[in-house]
């Protein structure tokens, strides 16, 4: 293929069965928009543009796009109002689409076509095809017929609303996907009229506007539904992620991966696996994850833009979570059960973080283990710091962050406070239950608490009765 390709995407519909505030090609599969999916196949076909239809609840649709896009394709909106059928939205189209050009029509509620399916439909279009991908179903029911003619040649699209009780008997439906030149498109859809059950502009129409005019429609057929699976209930988005998933969970323990459980696994956003990785039930992967070559993952785990080193184990219920800055642990560290790790979280090897513990912005070094109950929190902590259960940074002052250096060897006990800024010295050790607000020397025991004092027969304050 040596033309051009635009993509076109229908996503003005309603959505009435999903029965939610929120526009139909908003709703997320994998973590990601349906229209997402969509523009993301655009993109990955190296489309010259994306032109989307929207209509219903436009300004919302619009504006998810500009932030789910990220530039990867130039895109624009055009409006379809009223919506008057598939055939008016394309018209909406057509003045944003150059006659050089392939034509592609996509529907912003089918998610998971591949790209070598749309490559292929390409290449049957060639430059000078009505090309139409088809599918056999066992039960076509709501879908247009593909009708062929002696020579098996397609000759019409029938909707099923219009459709014979003979032709709806046809097993071959139209995706609703379709690659044709744009020159010849736009002729066909100026021919378009709403004589029909919904009176509404058919798209399919044009396959008879092709045959009498003497140009080829030509049938890629595909033998996987989920590719042409469209989303109109909640329970059909339910199917349709199940379906990704054990996609998702084939393609991870082909390449060596040992799931648990394949039904129980969900990957929203990359998730890239080194040799002999192991991963229990109902763990949620989102954004970029790496997991390296032997690394272990508890149950109930949910991970998200992530680089797990060799040989570190993820205890069950523990949440990392690194937005933007991400989270990295580092070789053979232990990590759970129950811990957090949050953005900026930089584990060196062999680092502890135990159950409640939880660790924000801050780089531990080679062995450093916080065990018990803990906040470590736009802090710096070096070799073998030993963090004591119920210890804390105070790293906010109500307006700025402050960071907390702890040098190598140093032990700090129980129930500590650690005022920022401030450095604790190389070796030292900080008593249970102390507050610090200034730096400790190295290798000192520093202790900053009150006198314990007794108060003999106190009495507590007692409240009135009415």
Not at 63 to 91: D, F, I, K, Y
Request: glycine residues 10%; aromatic residues 4%.
């Amino acid at each position: 293929m040596t033309l051009a390709v635009d993509v076109v995407v229908m996503a003005a519909g309603k959505g009435t069965r999903m029965k939610s505030a929120r526009p139909k090609v908003l709703h997320r599969l994998a973590g990601k928009a349906l229209l997402g999916h969509v523009i993301e196949r655009a993109a990955g076909l190296g489309a010259r543009q994306a032109v989307i239809v929207t209509g219903h609840q436009a300004e919302q649709v619009e504006a998810a796009l500009a932030a789910m896009n990220e530039q990867r394709l130039p895109w624009r909106c055009v409006r379809q109002s009223p919506q008057l059928g598939t055939g008016h939205a394309v018209q909406q189209a057509m003045p944003a689409l150059p006659d050089d050009g392939v034509t592609l029509v996509l529907s912003g509620d089918v998610p998971l076509t591949e790209v070598a399916t749309l490559q292929a439909l390409l290449d049957a279009c060639a430059g000078r095809h009505l090309a139409l991908l088809t599918l056999d179903l066992p039960d076509p029911t709501g879908y247009g017929r593909i009708l062929r003619g002696q020579g098996d040649e397609v000759r019409a699209i029938v909707e099923h609303k219009d459709a014979s009780e003979a032709q709806r008997r046809i097993t071959e439906i139209y995706s609703g996907i379709m690659a044709v030149p744009t020159r010849l498109l736009r002729g066909w859809l100026a021919r378009l009229d709403n004589h029909n059950a919904q009176g509404e502009y058919y798209l399919t129409d044009v396959v008879k506007f092709a045959v009498a005019d003497g140009v080829p429609v030509v049938a890629y057929r595909i033998d996987d539904p989920v590719q042409v699976a469209g989303v109109n209930s909640p329970a059909q988005l339910a199917e349709l992620e199940r379906a990704f998933q054990r996609r998702v969970a084939e393609r991870l323990m082909a390449d060596g991966v040992r799931l648990a459980d394949p039904a129980r696994l969900d990957v929203r956003g990359s998730l890239r696996c080194g040799q002999d990785v192991e991963i229990d039930v109902n763990c949620v992967f989102e954004g970029e994850v790496f997991l390296g070559d032997g690394v272990r993952i508890g149950a109930h785990c949910v991970i998200a833009n992530a680089r797990i080193e060799p040989g570190a184990v993820i205890h069950p219920f523990t949440h990392i979570d690194g937005e933007r800055l991400g989270v990295t642990v580092g070789e053979s560290a232990l990590v759970g059960p129950f811990a957090r790790l949050r953005p900026g979280s930089v584990l060196g090897p062999q680092v502890h973080i135990g159950n409640f513990v939880e660790v924000k912005n801050a780089t531990l070094a080679t062995g450093a283990k916080a065990n018990h109950l803990a906040y470590l929190g736009d802090a710096t902590v070096g070799e073998r710091v030993n963090y004591g259960a119920g210890s804390i940074t105070a790293n906010y002052d109500g307006a700025h962050k402050h960071r907390t250096v702890i040098e190598a060897d140093v032990h700090v006990g129980s129930n500590c406070v650690l005022v920022a800024p401030v450095t604790l010295g190389a070796g030292g050790t900080i008593g249970g239950g102390s507050t610090i607000t200034k730096d400790t020397p190295p290798g000192a025991l520093t202790v900053a608490r009150a006198k314990q004092s007794s108060i003999p027969n106190w009495k507590r304050p007692e409240k009135k009765r009415p």
